[in-house]
Each structure stands twice: as structure tokens, then as C-alpha cells.
């Protein structure tokens, strides 16, 4: 709820607006007889009275001719123009009353010739003009008597164009002027119109409110909203903030009889959990990895829990949206306090968990899944948090500033290669090379010399002497690298990948001579490479740099790269390698050790990154199910996201306040022909002693 609300509701003091008096008719003296066009007025005001148009605007035109100097003729001029409006004349109309203004400013009767305008325009469909003209209209006017129509007109105008807070708020500031069968008029438009503001618009409402009345029917409809939006937490905010500053209230015993049910709502079977994730279907064999990892994390909650009996509803989405939803529904009927899952489907399942106030932990790398409502966290490894973790540490910890991105040229590319870029400006970096290749070729020597800058001829006053030109700290930093192997393991590429390079690409990679004519001479303006791709087409492209002697420059990648087909392709070429991964099984850790075990000894293989993230998701769960001991959704969902830095197998966790993961993330480095664990802290692996 915004901070407007929650200032509203704690410092709201009742003042009540006082009612100015009903305005009375504008009538004109009576007049001598004697008077200057006295006659030709009286009947042209019979005339109009009469219905006799033609006539009166005959005797007006009279007076007018013979008589402009007199005490009649703004009135005349009022009376014509009204004529005009009556039988359909309307640019006539509103040339008369505009004159009447401009020629009789003092004159009693502005008032009424602005308000004639407004009608004429109104009528004829003009409402932006109405708004327009209207708003300078009440500008310059100084009695609230008179600016009470202008304000109505005005905001039946916007209520036309659909601009309802804008007529809420003129109907609001017509009702300071106004008593009696008006007051009552203008708030029953003001109600109707308020009854179609969002909550958004009613909180911006609510700001500019100073009577007891209004404040109380707005914080109502407040709370309507915000159920109607499936907001429940700021519905009951609302209506426990209503019943106690508005006991008297008409909709008092409703907004109780809301709050009751909304608080049976929110209740869950204590130490409950579901469970949704595709046990069956194309996803099948996702969803039963993490399953372990999950019963796992049930079975040592168990054994830890004091006595405490979690129970585990297990639904299976069948890799199907409907079949997600419709588990999402049966948990809900079992009364769980959380859901884990699911995996696919992930957008329909978190959006139906959200409308039943199900707080819901999904495994998905999918966009904008923790902005689908306040009770979805995310638990996984996300691109962004991938990069941003890749980028700090080769920024902090290698002294790298200069990149390069080489990427394949497809959603998944594109998109590590913008949040790469961003991140690099983020920390102080620079990019100095983007270029991406095919991603169903095998041959990428156009984007990789074009990156080393040896696509173009090179004018001979301009060819340096072909060493790359690294800053200092680089070079102290790749000293203690291995040199490149003499050659590769049996044409790795086809036998892992079934992709051929060509024979005298293969036969040439790794075995540079001084004598060959070919030798190349790339110019590295960049310190380190990005490369986002699946361990396959990585492997393929490694090689091809180093072949055209990008060497001494740090190779980055995502955890796709945590691969042993990676690096039987292109392992010799990987020596200056850093990529990032969010679970590491043969980290030293003692949880993760001690994880690793349990999980072999009860499912008879290893665990992987979906393993963990599962176990250490029902870890959070039971925990934080543990140390409340509530049986509020709500308040289970609000101890989640209060999380202080987790200590997980899968790394420190906590939550941001829209549900997203903030993880620490593993830095993995090669040696000696497998990936080692990288630290920032002092006991940490050296990041380039590779021997």
C-alpha cells in the first residue's frame, strides 16, 4: 500500500468542511420606466418568456440599436445568446456571450455567460474544450458560488472523456460550495464517478481529502479495489484502518464481515506445504530432480524439527498451464501455506497462487515472474544475477575493464548481450568489441577477426607489431598460465557434437609457427571475452580463437559451461576461463559435502544445480514455518521476504522486496582438466595459478 495510505490512515484528523449557502438568482433591479430602452426590453423579455424567439431577439436587436449605453444591454446580449443556443446557432451563441464578457467585464452576468459557453460546448461533444476553457473559467473566478457550476459542468466533461479522478476531484470541489437538494445533487455524482476509480486513483484522492464524510467513503471503496485487484494484504489494511476510525459508519458491519473472511482466507493447516511440478509430461524429468531435492529437504526437517510434522502435498502439472492452475487449485483446497514449483507453466500457476494469497516459490529463469504479485518469489538462477556476479568479479577481482561480446545471434544471445553491456557500464567497463555469428554455423571466422581487428587490411603506417597489448595487472595476472597444448584430443568437435571442422582448421589449431605465412596479428583492445552459448557451439568457437591468436585474454561464460563435454572439446583452450554457476557439487563446503552425501545415499547419484535450488527452497519453507509457528499465509509470505542472507547449499539467499532471488553465485575456474571453485576471500583458489 502506498505511502499516501498509510499516512492517511495513521494522521487523518476529521475536519469538517463548512457548507457555504445556496447561491441565489442573478436578478436585475427593477427598472424605471423612464429608463434608456426600458420598453423595447420588457417586450423582448415577454417574447422569450413566451417561446417566441424570432420576436424577442427582434426587440433585443431593438434595444440594442437604440439603447447601448444603457443599464439592459449585457442582459440583452445574455438573452440573445441564449436564443442562438436554443435554435441550434451554437458558433453564433458563443460569439455573443464571449462579447459579453469582453464588453461588460464587471458586468453580474459573466458568470452566467461563462456557464452558457460551457452548456454550448458541452452539449456539442467538445469536452476537451469544456475542460479547457472551463478550467480558466474557475481561475478566474473568485466566488465559490459561482465557480460551484463551472466545477460541475466541468466535471461532467471529464467524466465523459473517462478521465474519472479528474471528475471525482471537480465534483469534490464543488461540494465545498454547495448545500441542500445541490449538496445532495453533486454528491451522488461524485460517488458514482469515485466507484470507477482504480485503487491507485483513489489513494491520489484520498491526499487531497479534508472531510470526515468523503474520507470515510473513499477508504471503503479503497478496500473494494484492492480486492478487485486481488490485493488482499492492503484490503485488510484498509478495512482494519475503516472499522476503527469509522465505528458509525453504514458499511461498517460489511467491511467487518470482509475482514473475517479475509482473515479465514489467509489461514493454512500449520507446517503444510505443496508442491507443483511437471512429475509427468516433456518437463518430466526436471521436475522429478527437483522433486528429490525437495523430499530430501522434508526428510532432514524431519529428523531436525523437534516433533514438528511437515506435510508435503505433492500435485503434478503434467507440464501443462491447466493442469498447473487446476494443482494450484486442489493445494489451496488442502489449505498449504506455501507452494514450491513449478517449473514450466511457471506464469499461470504464480498468477493463480497470487489471487488465492498462496505464497509460491517458482524454479523459472522466465522474465517478469516476481512481478506477477505479491506473493510470488522466484528461487533460481537468473541471467541477471548470472552476469552481474560474472561482471563484478572479473571487474573487482581481475582488474579487467575493457570487454568484448561474441554471441550467437538468437533470443538467448541477445539477451546476455545487453545485460552483459549494461553491467559492464554498471562497474566502470568499457566495450569495446560486439559481434555475433551464426548460430547454426561452424565457421566463425568473420565475426572473430572482425572482433581482433583483422578482417579490414591494416595500412602499412598503421600495422603494429601483432603482440597484444595488455594493461600491466592483466599481464602479471596471465603469467602463470599454462601455455596452449600442441594439439587436440581426436577431433573432440565431431565426436561430441557430430559437427566436423574443417581438416586443416583442426590440423592448424594450437600449432602456430613463427614461419607460417598465415600467422595472424590481432590487435586485443579488450581484456576478456563473453561468450553466452551451450557448451556444443562454445566448443566450437574457443578453438577458432585461439587459432586466430586471441589467447592471452580471459574467456567468460555462463553456467551452461559448467560442462564436461565443454572441456573434452576445447579444454586446452580454456586456461584463462571464468564462468559462473549457482551450485557447485564438489565445492568444499562442509553443507555442501554433507548435501551431497545425503542426497547420493538416498537417490543413488549426484545432485545438480535444480536439485539444490529445490532443497534449499523447502529449506527456507520449513524453516521459516518453524520460527513462526503462524498459520497466516501472509504473515509466512512477509517472513520469507525478510530473509537474512540464507546460508544455502546452492549459496547465500535472500529475497528483494518484489520476490526475486539475490543469490551469491560460485565462480568457477579450470585446473588441471576440471572446474575448481573461485572465492573473493583470501583462503580462496588463486584465480590464475593453473598449473
Given at each position: 500500500m502506498s505511502s499516501i495510505i498509510r499516512t492517511m490512515i495513521l494522521l487523518f484528523i476529521v475536519v469538517f468542511a463548512g457548507c457555504a449557502p445556496k447561491p441565489l438568482p442573478v436578478s436585475i433591479p427593477g427598472p424605471a420606466p423612464e429608463m434608456p430602452g426600458y420598453t423595447a426590453f420588457q417586450n423582448a423579455e415577454r417574447a422569450f418568456e413566451n417561446g417566441l424567439y424570432a420576436e424577442a431577439l427582434e426587440g433585443y436587436n431593438t434595444l440594442l440599436n437604440e439603447a447601448y449605453d444603457g443599464p439592459f444591454v449585457d442582459a440583452a446580449l445574455l438573452k440573445i445568446g441564449k436564443i442562438f443556443r436554443l435554435t441550434g446557432r451554437d458558433d453564433d451563441a458563443l460569439a455573443v456571450f464571449a462579447r459579453l464578457g469582453q464588453e461588460f467585464p464587471d458586468s453580474a452576468l459573466v458568470s452566467d455567460a461563462r456557464l452558457e459557453i460551457l452548456q454550448v460546448l458541452y452539449d456539442g461533444g467538445r469536452f476537451q474544450a469544456v475542460v479547457r476553457t472551463g478550467t480558466a473559467f474557475v481561475g478566474a473566478t473568485d466566488s465559490p458560488l459561482q465557480r460551484t457550476p463551472l466545477l460541475f459542468i466541468v466535471a461532467d466533461a471529464y467524466s465523459a472523456l473517462g478521465a474519472h479522478l479528474d471528475a471525482a476531484r471537480s465534483y469534490y470541489h464543488a461540494l465545498n460550495a454547495v448545500s441542500g437538494e445541490d449538496a445532495d445533487r453533486v454528491w451522488t455524482r461524485f460517488k458514482k464517478t469515485a466507484e470507477q476509480l482504480s485503487a491507485d486513483d483513489i489513494q491520489l484522492m484520498i491526499a487531497g481529502v479534508t472531510d470526515r464524510r468523503t474520507m470515510g467513503f473513499l477508504l471503503y471503496r479503497l478496500s473494494m479495489a484492492f480486492i478487485l485487484d486481488e490485493n488482499y494484504d492492503d484490503a485488510m489494511d484498509v478495512l482494519t484502518a475503516f472499522v476503527a476510525r469509522f465505528p458509525d459508519h453504514p458499511d461498517y458491519q460489511d467491511a467487518s464481515d470482509m475482514i473475517h473472511s479475509l482473515t479465514e482466507r489467509a489461514r493454512f493447516t500449520p507446517f503444510t506445504v505443496g508442491c507443483v511440478l511437471p512429475l509427468s509430461g516433456a518437463y518430466a524429468i526436471y521436475g522429478q530432480r527437483a522433486l528429490n531435492g525437495i523430499e530430501l529437504a522434508l526428510s532432514q526437517?524431519?529428523?531436525?524439527?523437534?516433533?514438528?510434522?511437515?506435510?508435503?502435498?505433492?500435485?503434478?502439472?503434467?507440464?501443462?498451464?491447466?493442469?498447473?492452475?487446476?494443482?494450484?487449485?486442489?493445494?489451496?483446497?488442502?489449505?498449504?501455506?506455501?507452494?514450491?514449483?513449478?517449473?514450466?507453466?511457471?506464469?499461470?500457476?504464480?498468477?493463480?497462487?497470487?489471487?488465492?494469497?498462496?505464497?509460491?516459490?517458482?524454479?523459472?529463469?522466465?522474465?517478469?515472474?516476481?512481478?506477477?504479485?505479491?506473493?510470488?518469489?522466484?528461487?533460481?538462477?537468473?541471467?541477471?544475477?548470472?552476469?552481474?556476479?560474472?561482471?563484478?568479479?572479473?571487474?573487482?577481482?581481475?582488474?579487467?575493464?575493457?570487454?568484448?561480446?561474441?554471441?550467437?545471434?538468437?533470443?538467448?544471445?541477445?539477451?546476455?548481450?545487453?545485460?552483459?553491456?549494461?553491467?559492464?557500464?554498471?562497474?566502470?567497463?568499457?566495450?569495446?568489441?560486439?559481434?555475433?555469428?551464426?548460430?547454426?554455423?561452424?565457421?566463425?571466422?568473420?565475426?572473430?577477426?572482425?572482433?581482433?581487428?583483422?578482417?579490414?587490411?591494416?595500412?602499412?603506417?598503421?600495422?603494429?607489431?601483432?603482440?597484444?597489448?595488455?594493461?600491466?595487472?592483466?599481464?602479471?595476472?596471465?603469467?602463470?598460465?599454462?601455455?596452449?597444448?600442441?594439439?587436440?584430443?581426436?577431433?573432440?568437435?565431431?565426436?561430441?557434437?557430430?559437427?566436423?571442422?574443417?581438416?586443416d582448421v583442426i590440423d592448424g589449431l594450437g600449432r602456430r609457427s613463427p614461419d607460417r605465412d598465415d600467422q595472424w596479428h590481432p590487435i586485443l583492445d579488450f581484456d576478456a571475452v563473453f561468450i553466452p552459448d551451450a557448451p556444443k557451439k562454445a566448443g566450437l568457437v574457443i578453438p577458432q580463437l585461439a587459432y586466430y591468436d586471441i589467447r592471452d585474454v580471459f574467456l567468460l561464460g555462463t553456467n551452461l559451461w559448467n560442462s564436461r563435454t565443454l572441456l573434452d572439446m576445447s579444454g586446452d583452450y580454456m586456461k584463462g576461463t571464468l564462468i559462473v554457476d549457482g551450485f557447485f557439487a564438489e565445492s568444499q563446503a562442509p553443507r555442501v559435502k554433507n548435501f551431497v552425501a545425503a542426497f547420493r545415499s538416498a537417490f543413488g547419484r549426484g545432485p545438480g544445480i535444480i536439485e539444490a535450488m529445490a532443497y534449499d527452497s523447502a529449506m527456507m519453507v520449513f524453516q521459516t514455518m518453524r520460527q513462526t509457528a503462524t498459520d497466516s499465509r501472509r504473515a509466512l509470505k512477509e517472513a520469507l521476504l525478510r530473509l537474512s542472507d540464507y546460508e544455502g547449499v546452492s549459496g547465500r539467499t535472500r529475497f528483494a522486496p518484489n520476490g526475486e532471488a539475490d543469490k551469491t553465485l560460485q565462480m568457477l575456474r579450470i585446473k588441471r582438466g576440471r572446474f575448481v571453485q573461485v572465492q573473493r576471500t583470501p583462503e580462496a583458489e588463486p584465480v590464475v595459478e593453473m598449473q
Open positions: 526437517s524431519g529428523e531436525a524439527g523437534n516433533g514438528i510434522p511437515f506435510k508435503l502435498v505433492i500435485e503434478d502439472s503434467r507440464s501443462d498451464p491447466g493442469a498447473s492452475v487446476k494443482a494450484v487449485d486442489q493445494l489451496d483446497e488442502q489449505k498449504v501455506g506455501a507452494i514450491l514449483g513449478p517449473m514450466s507453466a511457471s506464469e499461470t500457476a504464480a498468477a493463480s497462487a497470487q489471487a488465492r494469497g498462496i505464497p509460491i516459490l517458482v524454479f523459472t529463469q522466465r522474465e517478469g515472474i516476481p512481478d506477477i504479485g505479491t506473493y510470488v518469489l522466484r528461487h533460481f538462477i537468473t541471467p541477471d544475477l548470472q552476469v552481474r556476479a560474472l561482471v563484478s568479479f572479473a571487474v573487482e577481482e581481475l582488474g579487467a575493464r575493457r570487454f568484448a561480446i561474441l554471441y550467437p545471434e538468437e533470443n538467448y544471445g541477445r539477451r546476455y548481450m545487453n545485460l552483459f553491456w549494461d553491467q559492464v557500464i554498471e562497474h566502470g567497463g568499457v566495450v569495446n568489441g560486439v559481434e555475433a555469428y551464426d548460430p547454426a554455423g561452424t565457421d566463425f571466422a568473420k565475426p572473430i577477426k572482425k572482433l581482433a581487428g583483422i578482417f579490414y587490411d591494416v595500412p602499412g603506417d598503421l600495422a603494429e607489431d601483432g603482440v597484444p597489448r595488455l594493461r600491466p595487472p592483466l599481464l602479471s595476472l596471465m603469467a602463470g598460465l599454462e601455455p596452449f597444448a600442441p594439439g587436440l584430443i581426436d577431433d573432440p568437435v565431431e565426436r561430441i557434437s557430430g559437427i566436423p571442422l574443417a581438416r
